[in-house]
């Protein structure tokens, strides 16, 4: 009986994965995946291996941190056409240059269902990771350093998602190059505690629904994160440092949560809606930019609340006829230049705030005006409307202004220190 269950156990049990010890000399990992079988690792001795790889069945590949796969300049260095595998612990070099073919340093196709690119190191190729098709893919705890040899908008992305259901990229360390992560025509992805540095923008929504963005820091790019031409995508607790257009920019995009994000020192916008409806903003540190929120193009029925609007040159930009209540439920925003009182010491100011009057109205609309600022009769109207407020034009209005802005611990952000 003892023998009979141990036969029936072998037969039910999955043979051994075997592991292969692959020598550093051209051909020998391809050389190596013709022998191996479905559930093997294949370890890389240490030195460079000068061959592109497809990678077509369930296999390991580790590089154990110390070999080099260089692609010599030719297409994809590293494809994985089949499902389950992981690639870790190699640094790849050395992609093609041919944005039609998405020349990458590791591509997943569309068979790469549940691909695993943990820990590997990828320099100077045309696009880092391309997520082409693959579902339920994960690109975890990557360095991608883009190339430098071409005009920002003509380099590839580091992660490059396409119809990727249920990928994850996180932890990552991406910079150079054009996009952090561009993402399109996609869904369910989630984006979380990568960091960005020195590229056009550090996250590019364009048709990706019920979607996140989550713990990431934007340092010094020319746009933080962009939701562009989707929906429900939840942007919450990202860091934008010094980022010089827009820390965080909305286009074509409803029904979607920005929330708990700290922008700091962006030179133009902390954040602009252009066209974007039913979106909840709240508890967002807007801080040191040039303009705290634009709203323009009639984005109608945003929630706008928590927030804290601190020492921007201009808090609000938002041009209507009629107002806007910004609070809810008697909790409205925080606003530096506000010199508000609370005399019941609930933390509400007791009287509303109005962040912009008749003459941003005038200045936005025509420029040239910014030369009558100090003008007795610029003086004479901005003092008319604060002693009678029926004579404002419309615009937003927070009923309950915050006496105190919301704390955002920013202790343990990735990157922030560097």
């Known amino acids: 009986m003892r023998l009979l269950r ?22 020998a990992i391809a050389e190596t995946l013709a022998r191996a079988a479905e559930g093997d690792v294949l370890r890389l001795r240490p030195g460079t291996y000068p061959e592109t790889v497809e990678l077509a069945f369930p296999v390991t590949l580790d590089g154990q941190g110390h070999a080099i796969l260089d692609g010599q300049d030719r297409g994809s260095v590293l494809t994985v056409t089949g499902a389950d595998v992981t690639v ?9 240059s041919a944005h ?3 020349d990458s340093g590791i591509k997943l196709t569309k068979g790469a269902t549940r691909a695993r690119v943990v820990g590997n190191v990828l320099e100077g190729n045309l696009y880092g990771v391309d997520i082409h098709g693959a579902r339920d ?11 430098t040899d071409q005009r920002m908008n003509d380099r590839g992305n580091g992660v490059y998602v396409w119809n ?6 996180e932890n990552n360390d991406i910079r150079l190059g054009r996009d952090g992560i561009f993402v399109n025509s996609s869904k369910k992805n989630i984006f979380r505690n990568n960091t960005f540095r020195d590229l056009r923008f550090a996250v590019h929504y364009m048709y990706a629904n019920q979607s996140e963005v989550t713990g990431n820091v934007s340092i010094g790019n020319d746009l933080g994160y962009a939701v562009m031409f989707s929906k429900q995508v939840r942007v919450a607790n990202n860091v934008s440092i010094d980022d ?3 820390g965080v920019m909305m ?18 916008k902390c954040a602009f809606l252009y066209n974007s409806n039913k979106n909840l903003f709240s508890d967002n540190h807007f801080e040191g930019c040039g303009i705290g929120i634009h709203f323009t193009a009639g984005s109608e029925g945003n929630r ?8 921007n040159r201009t808090q609000v930009k938002y041009v209507s006829s009629r107002w806007v209540e910004w609070s809810e439920e008697g909790r409205g925003n925080y606003w530096s230049d506000f010199a508000a009182y609370d005399l019941n010491g609930d933390g509400i100011a007791d009287a509303p705030y109005r962040p912009n009057d008749s003459m941003d109205h005038v200045l936005w609309t025509q420029p040239a005006a910014k030369l009558l600022l100090g003008s007795p009769a610029v003086q004479l109207v901005r003092w008319s409307q604060s002693a009678f407020p029926a004579l404002l034009p419309g615009g937003v209005i927070d009923s309950h202004p915050l006496m105190q802005p919301r704390k955002i611990d920013l202790t343990g952000w990735e990157g922030l220190n560097d």
């Open 88 to 96: 870790t612990g190699i640094t790849v070099i050395g992609s093609g």
């Open 244 to 246: 010089r257009e827009h």
């Open 251 to 268: 286009n074509y995009a409803n029904h979607s949560e920005i929330t708990g994000n700290y922008v700091k020192g962006t030179e133009q």
């Open 137 to 147: 893919a994960v690109v975890a705890g990557n360095t991608i350093t883009g190339r």
């Open 100 to 102: 039609e073919e998405i």
């Open 6 to 27: 141990a036969i029936l156990l072998l037969i039910a049990s999955p043979l051994a994965a075997a592991e292969w010890d692959v020598p550093a000399r051209p051909g």
């Open 164 to 169: 990727a259901p249920g990928a994850v990229v």
């Open 304 to 311: 706008i609340l928590g927030n804290a609007f601190v020492a």
